[in-house]
Protein backbone atom coordinates (compact mmCIF):
# COMPACT_ATOMS: atom_id res chain seq x y z
CA UNK A 1 0.00 0.00 0.00
CA UNK A 2 1.32 3.03 -1.39
CA UNK A 3 1.98 6.21 1.25
CA UNK A 4 -0.08 8.96 -0.40
CA UNK A 5 -2.65 5.98 -0.61
CA UNK A 6 -2.57 6.06 2.95
CA UNK A 7 -2.41 9.59 3.91
CA UNK A 8 -5.82 9.89 1.90
CA UNK A 9 -7.58 7.79 4.09
CA UNK A 10 -6.47 9.22 7.54
CA UNK A 11 -6.56 12.93 6.01
CA UNK A 12 -9.94 11.61 4.47
CA UNK A 13 -12.18 12.09 1.55
CA UNK A 14 -15.75 12.29 2.45
CA UNK A 15 -16.96 11.99 -1.12
CA UNK A 16 -15.23 8.90 -1.73
CA UNK A 17 -16.45 7.04 1.03
CA UNK A 18 -20.02 8.06 0.31
CA UNK A 19 -19.37 6.82 -3.18
CA UNK A 20 -18.12 3.63 -1.86
CA UNK A 21 -21.17 3.71 1.00
CA UNK A 22 -23.49 3.60 -1.75
CA UNK A 23 -22.29 0.82 -4.13
CA UNK A 24 -22.23 -1.24 -0.94
CA UNK A 25 -25.58 -0.44 0.09
CA UNK A 26 -26.35 -2.21 -3.71
CA UNK A 27 -24.08 -5.03 -2.53
CA UNK A 28 -21.05 -4.57 -4.54
CA UNK A 29 -18.38 -6.75 -3.67
CA UNK A 30 -15.54 -4.69 -5.49
CA UNK A 31 -16.53 -1.80 -3.34
CA UNK A 32 -16.21 -3.84 0.03
CA UNK A 33 -12.58 -4.98 -1.52
CA UNK A 34 -11.60 -1.36 -1.90
CA UNK A 35 -13.37 -0.84 1.31
CA UNK A 36 -11.15 -3.19 2.85
CA UNK A 37 -8.06 -1.96 1.09
CA UNK A 38 -8.16 1.47 2.02
CA UNK A 39 -8.90 0.63 5.46
CA UNK A 40 -7.25 -2.72 6.69
CA UNK A 41 -3.53 -1.10 7.34
CA UNK A 42 -4.53 1.81 8.98
CA UNK A 43 -7.42 -0.13 11.34
CA UNK A 44 -4.35 -2.39 12.29
CA UNK A 45 -2.35 -0.41 13.31
CA UNK A 46 -4.95 1.83 15.24
CA UNK A 47 -5.83 -0.98 16.90
CA UNK A 48 -2.00 -1.68 18.14
CA UNK A 49 -2.07 1.68 19.75
CA UNK A 50 -4.32 -0.36 22.57
CA UNK A 51 -3.56 -3.64 22.40
CA UNK A 52 -0.25 -3.84 21.98
CA UNK A 53 -0.62 -7.19 19.81
CA UNK A 54 -0.19 -7.39 16.24
CA UNK A 55 -1.72 -10.80 16.16
CA UNK A 56 -5.00 -9.39 17.70
CA UNK A 57 -5.12 -5.94 16.25
CA UNK A 58 -5.20 -7.93 12.58
CA UNK A 59 -8.10 -10.76 14.11
CA UNK A 60 -10.13 -7.73 15.74
CA UNK A 61 -10.21 -5.79 12.06
CA UNK A 62 -10.68 -9.02 10.07
CA UNK A 63 -13.68 -10.11 12.45
CA UNK A 64 -15.15 -6.40 12.07
CA UNK A 65 -14.85 -6.43 8.02
CA UNK A 66 -16.47 -10.18 8.21
CA UNK A 67 -19.45 -8.99 10.41
CA UNK A 68 -20.18 -5.73 8.18
CA UNK A 69 -20.32 -7.78 5.32
CA UNK A 70 -21.96 -10.91 6.88
CA UNK A 71 -24.72 -8.90 8.76
CA UNK A 72 -24.99 -6.47 6.23
CA UNK A 73 -24.41 -3.92 9.17
CA UNK A 74 -22.97 -1.09 5.81
CA UNK A 75 -26.98 -0.91 5.27
CA UNK A 76 -27.00 1.42 8.63
CA UNK A 77 -23.99 3.22 8.29
CA UNK A 78 -23.70 7.02 7.40
CA UNK A 79 -20.15 7.94 8.20
CA UNK A 80 -17.69 4.82 6.92
CA UNK A 81 -14.49 5.83 8.33
CA UNK A 82 -16.19 7.18 11.53
CA UNK A 83 -17.99 3.84 12.05
CA UNK A 84 -15.03 1.46 11.23
CA UNK A 85 -12.78 3.55 13.52
CA UNK A 86 -14.94 3.64 16.60
CA UNK A 87 -15.76 0.05 16.04
CA UNK A 88 -12.08 -0.77 15.44
CA UNK A 89 -11.84 1.11 19.22
CA UNK A 90 -14.27 -0.41 21.29
CA UNK A 91 -13.40 -4.06 20.36
CA UNK A 92 -9.45 -2.90 21.27
CA UNK A 93 -10.06 -1.53 24.21
CA UNK A 94 -12.40 -4.37 25.04
CA UNK A 95 -9.49 -6.87 24.22
CA UNK A 96 -7.17 -4.63 26.40
CA UNK A 97 -9.37 -4.72 29.41
CA UNK A 98 -9.54 -8.60 28.78
CA UNK A 99 -6.34 -8.56 28.89
CA UNK A 100 -5.56 -6.25 31.25
CA UNK A 101 -3.28 -3.71 29.91
CA UNK A 102 -4.46 -0.88 31.31
CA UNK A 103 -5.42 0.31 35.07
CA UNK A 104 -8.14 2.33 34.03
CA UNK A 105 -9.67 4.20 31.23
CA UNK A 106 -8.01 7.26 31.98
CA UNK A 107 -4.83 5.32 31.33
CA UNK A 108 -6.00 4.42 28.22
CA UNK A 109 -7.51 7.41 27.03
CA UNK A 110 -4.31 9.46 27.56
CA UNK A 111 -2.57 6.41 25.29
CA UNK A 112 -4.74 5.98 22.35
CA UNK A 113 -4.89 8.77 19.51
CA UNK A 114 -7.59 9.32 17.42
CA UNK A 115 -7.44 10.22 13.95
CA UNK A 116 -11.32 9.89 13.30
CA UNK A 117 -11.71 13.60 13.07
CA UNK A 118 -8.29 15.27 12.41
CA UNK A 119 -7.42 17.33 9.66
CA UNK A 120 -3.82 19.14 9.55
CA UNK A 121 -2.95 22.02 7.91
CA UNK A 122 0.78 22.58 6.28
CA UNK A 123 2.42 23.74 9.30
CA UNK A 124 0.84 21.14 11.43
CA UNK A 125 2.22 18.49 8.84
CA UNK A 126 5.47 19.54 9.01
CA UNK A 127 5.63 19.42 12.58
CA UNK A 128 4.18 15.90 12.98
CA UNK A 129 6.52 15.05 10.05
CA UNK A 130 9.53 16.38 12.32
CA UNK A 131 8.52 14.39 15.00
CA UNK A 132 8.26 11.32 12.65
CA UNK A 133 11.96 11.87 11.98
CA UNK A 134 13.52 12.03 15.17
CA UNK A 135 11.37 8.98 16.13
CA UNK A 136 12.28 7.38 13.12
CA UNK A 137 16.43 8.14 13.18
CA UNK A 138 16.02 6.05 17.07
CA UNK A 139 15.65 3.07 14.95
CA UNK A 140 18.76 1.19 13.23
CA UNK A 141 18.97 0.81 9.31
CA UNK A 142 17.53 -2.29 9.52
CA UNK A 143 14.82 -1.80 11.45
CA UNK A 144 13.95 1.36 9.33
CA UNK A 145 14.16 -0.36 5.96
CA UNK A 146 11.76 -3.49 7.33
CA UNK A 147 9.35 -1.04 8.43
CA UNK A 148 9.18 0.69 5.00
CA UNK A 149 8.71 -2.28 3.33
CA UNK A 150 6.33 -4.41 5.41
CA UNK A 151 3.88 -1.62 6.68
CA UNK A 152 4.26 1.00 3.90
CA UNK A 153 4.94 -0.73 0.99
CA UNK A 154 2.99 -3.89 2.14
CA UNK A 155 5.35 -6.46 1.17
CA UNK A 156 5.67 -10.03 2.74
CA UNK A 157 8.43 -11.22 5.45
CA UNK A 158 9.91 -13.57 3.52
CA UNK A 159 10.18 -11.00 0.39
CA UNK A 160 11.86 -8.20 2.34
CA UNK A 161 14.10 -11.17 4.12
CA UNK A 162 15.05 -12.29 0.15
CA UNK A 163 15.78 -8.52 -0.38
CA UNK A 164 18.01 -7.26 2.90
CA UNK A 165 19.38 -11.41 2.42
CA UNK A 166 18.63 -12.30 6.37
CA UNK A 167 16.19 -15.01 7.65
CA UNK A 168 12.67 -13.98 8.16
CA UNK A 169 13.29 -14.61 11.85
CA UNK A 170 15.30 -11.87 11.84
CA UNK A 171 12.73 -9.43 10.04
CA UNK A 172 10.35 -9.99 12.71
CA UNK A 173 12.10 -8.83 15.36
CA UNK A 174 13.59 -5.58 13.21
CA UNK A 175 9.60 -5.17 12.67
CA UNK A 176 8.40 -5.54 16.21
CA UNK A 177 11.46 -3.72 17.79
CA UNK A 178 10.65 -0.44 15.17
CA UNK A 179 6.20 -0.63 16.10
CA UNK A 180 7.61 -1.00 19.70
CA UNK A 181 9.41 2.30 19.62
CA UNK A 182 6.61 4.29 17.58
CA UNK A 183 3.91 2.89 20.03
CA UNK A 184 5.85 4.00 22.64
CA UNK A 185 6.36 7.37 21.20
CA UNK A 186 3.07 8.45 20.26
CA UNK A 187 4.00 8.01 16.26
CA UNK A 188 2.56 4.61 15.09
CA UNK A 189 -0.20 6.00 13.64
CA UNK A 190 1.49 9.27 12.57
CA UNK A 191 4.15 7.24 10.50
CA UNK A 192 1.32 5.98 8.14
CA UNK A 193 0.14 9.22 7.82
CA UNK A 194 2.49 10.94 6.71
CA UNK A 195 5.92 8.53 6.89
Known amino acids: MHLCYILEVIMYDKRRDDVLLENLKGGSEAAFKELFDTYYVALCIYSVQITESEIQSEDLV ?3 FVKLWDKKLYLHI ?4 VYLFYSVRNL ?5 KQNNLYLDIQDLEEEVYS ?11 EMKREKLQASLAKL ?9 EIILNGKKYKEVAGELNISINT ?6 GALKLLRKEKDLLLFIMIG
Open 78 to 81: KNLK
Open 115 to 125: PIEDAYDNEEL
Open 92 to 96: SIACA
Open 140 to 148: SPQENKVLI
Open 62 to 64: QEL
Open 171 to 176: VKPHLN
